[in-house]
C-alpha cells in the first residue's frame, strides 16, 4: 500500500527567507509525485508533479522539488518565500498512470512572518 | 481556475439524512474521482468513476455510493449520515481519450463541497 508522511505539521518562515517542507513517500515501484496548495476551505492547486527523467522538477509559484529515489524523499522548496504563500501545502502519491487515484500527506501548515 | 465545479458549496444536514454532491468534470475528462478531507487532515480517496462504472475504492463504507453520467458528470451519494461525515469532499477530474491509464497525468481539483452533519 501507498502512504505519505509529511513531517512537519507547522512551518514558520520570514518573509524572504528560504523554504523547504519535507515529504517522504512509501511505494513498491516508481511513482507519480505530486505538491498540491491549499488555501483555507479551498480546493488543491498543483504546484508540480514528477512522473520521471530529471529529478529536480520547476513548478509554479517558483516552487520546485527534488525526487529522491534512494531516500523516498520529494521535498519541496523556495527559495524566497512571500507573505502569499501562506497556506496548507499537501504531498501525494499516485500510482503510474492514474493521477486521480492519489494518496495524501496529512499537510504542512505554512505561516509567514513579516 | 480549474473548470471543475462543485455543488453545492456548502450544506448542512441532520445526522441519519441523506445527501447529494454534485461534480462537472472538465472538458476532455472521462474520470471523477472523490476525495473527504476531514479538518486538519489530508484528502481521503473515496472512490473513482471512469465511464460511469467505479474504477477503485477506497476505505469507506457502502453507505458511500457514487454514479457518472454519459457527460462524465457525477454524483456522490452519502445516507445515513454521521457526525463524522462533517468534511470538505473534493472531486478531481482527469483523464482523457481511452483508459484511465492514459494520459491521466493530473488530477484537476473542485474548490469542494463543505458538508455539516449535525
Known amino acids: 500500500a501507498q502512504s505519505v508522511t509529511q513531517p512537519d505539521i507547522h512551518i514558520t518562515v520570514s518573509e524572504g527567507a528560504s523554504l523547504e517542507l519535507r515529504c517522504n513517500y512509501s511505494y513498491g515501484a516508481t511513482p507519480y509525485l505530486f505538491w498540491y496548495v491549499q ?45 502569499s504563500d501562506a497556506a496548507e501545502y499537501f504531498c501525494a502519491v499516485a500510482r503510474r498512470s492514474n493521477a486521480g487515484k492519489s494518496t495524501f500527506g496529512d499537510g504542512t501548515t505554512l505561516t509567514v512572518k513579516p | ?44 480517496f473515496i472512490f473513482q468513476y471512469y465511464r ?3 474504477n477503485g475504492r477506497g476505505n469507506f463504507p457502502p453507505r458511500f455510493s457514487g454514479l457518472q453520467f454519459p457527460n462524465y458528470s457525477s454524483e456522490l451519494n452519502v445516507n445515513a449520515l454521521e457526525l463524522d461525515d462533517s468534511a470538505l469532499y473534493l472531486c478531481a477530474s482527469s483523464g482523457g481519450q481511452g483508459s484511465p491509464g492514459i494520459a491521466n497525468t493530473e488530477a484537476f481539483f473542485g474548490q469542494g463541497t463543505r458538508l455539516t452533519v449535525v
Open chain 1, 39 to 83: 488555501s483555507p476551505g479551498q480546493g488543491l492547486q498543483l504546484l508540480l508533479k514528477y512522473f520521471s527523467g530529471d529529478t529536480l522538477v520547476q513548478g509554479i509559484k517558483g516552487f520546485e522539488a527534488e525526487f529522491k529515489r534512494s531516500q523516498s524523499s520529494f521535498n519541496l522548496r523556495k527559495p524566497s518565500v512571500h507573505w
Open chain 2, 1 to 44: 481556475e480549474t473548470g471543475v465545479t462543485q455543488s453545492p458549496t456548502h450544506l448542512i444536514k441532520t445526522r441519519g439524512q441523506q445527501v447529494t454532491l454534485r461534480c462537472s468534470s472538465q472538458s476532455g475528462h472521462n474520470t471523477v474521482s472523490w476525495y473527504q478531507q476531514a479538518l486538519g487532515q489530508g484528502p481521503q
Open chain 2, 52 to 54: 460511469e462504472e467505479e
